[in-house]
């Protein structure tokens, strides 16, 4: 009998635990929808956010919880559909294609052995590949085909409405999912000195970025040295907070139209804004992958040739090596 009662205690803890969880993926998901919408551009009468936050809490919401979590974000996206529009039986293709696409990029980077800490450059590049610009695919095309068969977008504008979207869910991914699986392992504070130049870092970020990104001259070329520097010497942690920061900034300009996104057809403010956004996330994804790999590679390196030299001083001095027992002369080896 208290067997039975604590196994019935166990599935009840079991289903809290999944119901909180639940809930707090569709409560971030939707909060994230929020921000998202708050910035928008309009491509041939269709309207899309050049970062869709969303798919990079989705996607790391699966990868933190497991597949579980597919049901936090169908919920979510039904809470930002409900807050945009009135709910539609048509609008559940949406929660479809929505919850399909993060499902997916977690299958891909699960079967290719992704690794959370993202310390190998094979990481981010299954992160930029299949999470990002594969995955997305599923949720840019189910969406802009349900625009077209509901008639809210003609047929000829499929390809640019489809580029926005697409571009606009893989950046979340990009940009969104290493910061938040950053924050979730995030435990080891940093040393006084490291400090002095991370604030040095955020006040050069803070006063160039806004510069670089409302200037009426072309200067986004200069947040790329900052990117270095971060990567450098913050490895991911610096140069994806830098990189987020950069194109929440970006962005803005772009739906102001201002700086170097001023006096551009609504085409081009996109195609500028995606490019630029796509490439300084790939290279703060990629160059950081890089360096902690190479670092992870040269510690390896050192404690080999640590190991080593304890094993050859043993051998020198006529004792056995750590870890192993000495030969016994008499039983022939």
Same mark, same amino acid.
Not at 3 to 14: M, P, Q, S
Not at 48 to 63: E, H, K, N, Q, R
Not at 217 to 244: D, K, T
Not at 270 to 286: C, H, S, V
């Given at each position: 009998?208290?067997?039975?009662?604590?196994?019935?205690?166990?599935?009840?803890?079991?289903?809290?635990?999944?119901?909180?969880?639940?809930?707090?993926?569709?409560?971030?998901?939707?909060?994230?929808?929020?921000?998202?919408?708050?910035?928008?551009?309009?491509?041939?009468?269709?309207?899309?956010?050049?970062?869709?936050?969303?798919?990079?809490? !989705?996607?790391? *919401?699966?990868?933190?919880?497991? $597949?579980?979590? &597919?049901? /936090?974000? %169908?919920? #979510? =996206? +039904?809470? @930002?559909?409900?807050?945009?529009?009135?709910?539609?039986?048509?609008?559940?293709?949406?929660?479809?294609?929505?919850?399909?696409?993060?499902?997916?990029?977690?299958?891909?980077?699960?079967?290719?052995?992704?690794?959370?800490?993202?310390?190998?450059?094979?990481?981010?590049?299954?992160?930029?590949?299949?999470?990002?610009?594969?995955?997305?695919?599923?949720?840019?095309?189910?969406?802009?085909?349900?625009?077209?068969?509901?008639?809210?977008? !003609?047929?000829? *504008?499929?390809?640019?409405?489809? $580029?926005?979207? &697409?571009? /606009?869910? %893989?950046? #979340? =991914? +990009?940009? @969104?999912?290493?910061?938040?699986?950053?924050?979730?392992?995030?435990?080891?504070?940093?040393?006084?000195?490291?400090?002095?130049?991370?604030?040095?870092?955020?006040?050069?970020?803070?006063?160039?970025?806004?510069?670089?990104?409302?200037?009426?001259?072309?200067?986004?070329?200069?947040?790329?040295?900052?990117?270095?520097?971060?990567?450098?010497?913050?490895?991911?942690?610096?140069?994806?907070?830098?990189?987020?920061?950069?194109?929440?900034? !970006?962005?803005?300009?772009?739906?102001?139209?201002?700086?170097?996104?001023?006096?551009?057809?609504?085409?081009? =403010?996109?195609?500028?804004?995606?490019?630029?956004?796509?490439?300084?996330?790939?290279?703060?994804?990629?160059?950081?992958?890089?360096?902690?790999?190479?670092?992870?590679?040269?510690?390896?390196?050192?404690?080999?040739?640590?190991?080593?030299?304890?094993?050859?001083?043993?051998?020198?001095?006529?004792?056995?090596?750590?870890?192993?027992?000495?030969?016994?002369?008499?039983?022939?080896?």
């Amino acid at each position: 009998m208290a067997a039975v009662v604590g196994i019935r205690d166990l599935e009840l803890r079991r289903t809290v635990v999944f119901a909180v969880q639940t809930l707090a993926v569709a409560v971030c998901y939707y909060g994230a929808g929020r921000l998202g919408l708050i910035r928008r551009l309009v491509v041939e009468g269709a309207v899309f956010t050049p970062i869709w936050p969303p798919t990079g809490v !989705a996607v790391a *919401s699966l990868l933190i919880l497991g $597949l579980r979590a &597919w049901l /936090g974000i %169908a919920l #979510g =996206v +039904l809470l @930002v559909i409900l807050s945009i529009t009135t709910l539609r039986p048509v609008a559940l293709v949406n929660v479809v294609g929505n919850t399909a696409a993060p499902v997916c990029a977690y299958l891909l980077l699960r079967k290719v052995g992704f690794r959370t800490d993202l310390a190998r450059l094979r990481d981010g590049l299954a992160l930029v590949f299949l999470a990002a610009l594969t995955s997305m695919l599923l949720s840019a095309s189910v969406g802009v085909g349900l625009l077209i068969l509901t008639g809210k977008i !003609a047929a000829e *504008s499929f390809w640019p409405v489809w $580029l926005g979207w &697409w571009v /606009g869910d %893989a950046m #979340g =991914v +990009l940009i @969104v999912t290493p910061v938040l699986l950053l924050l979730r392992t995030a435990r080891r504070p940093l040393l006084l000195s490291r400090w002095k130049e991370a604030a040095g870092l955020a006040v050069i970020c803070l006063a160039l970025v806004p510069l670089a990104t409302r200037s009426t001259v072309s200067l986004l070329f200069l947040v790329y040295p900052l990117l270095i520097w971060a990567a450098l010497r913050f490895l991911l942690a610096g140069s994806m907070l830098c990189a987020l920061f950069t194109s929440v900034m !970006a962005t803005i300009a772009a739906t102001d139209r201002i700086g170097p996104f001023a006096r551009l057809s609504r085409i081009e =403010v996109m195609i500028k804004l995606q490019a630029f956004n796509g490439t300084m996330a790939l290279t703060a994804l990629l160059l950081s992958a890089v360096i902690m790999e190479q670092r992870n590679t040269r510690r390896s390196v050192e404690r080999a040739c640590q190991e080593l030299v304890e094993v050859l001083e043993h051998l020198t001095a006529g004792e056995a090596p750590p870890g192993r027992q000495p030969r016994d002369p008499d039983r022939g080896g």
